[in-house]
């Protein structure tokens, strides 16, 4: 995908910053956090959200779920740690390439919605 902006980020095409990859995952720090730790856990492979993702390569969908957990635990998030994906409009999905965000560091809300 030559113009999707995580596609780009993965490719080192935009700067961002990197906490983990590996041949099927790539993490890093979202631009404008909403926790004290607040990472992006994206596929290399391009799927528009997890439904997408799950679809079609439902062993990848789990990759990423694991990957997300061994980086909370790297990033020293024993107390606890949240993981959103949003899915579509609704869920107010604004980059159309799956990704997981890794929130933590403090108490979260206990609203979701
Ligand atoms: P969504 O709203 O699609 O679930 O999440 C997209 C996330 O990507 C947002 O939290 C937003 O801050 C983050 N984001 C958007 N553009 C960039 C960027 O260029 N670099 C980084 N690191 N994060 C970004
Ligand atoms: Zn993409």
Do not use: W
């Not at 439902?58 to 779920?65: E, I, Q, R």
């Not at 606890?80 to 609704?90: A, E, I, V, Y």
């Amino acid at each position: 995908m030559d113009d999707c902006l995580f596609c780009r980020i993965i490719r080192g095409e935009i700067p961002s910053a990197k906490v983990y990859e590996d041949d099927r995952v790539y993490a890093f720090r979202d631009i404008n956090p909403q926790a004290p730790v607040h990472v992006l856990v994206v596929p290399k492979a391009h799927y528009k959200n997890v439904s997408d993702c799950a679809g079609k390569d439902p062993g990848l969908t789990g990759y990423v779920f694991k990957a997300c957990t061994d980086i909370a635990r790297a990033e020293g998030l024993e107390n606890g740690f949240r993981l959103t994906t949003n899915n579509g409009p609704d869920a107010c999905q604004s980059v159309e390439h799956m990704h997981v965000h890794i929130l933590g560091g403090a108490k979260l809300t206990d609203k979701m919605g």
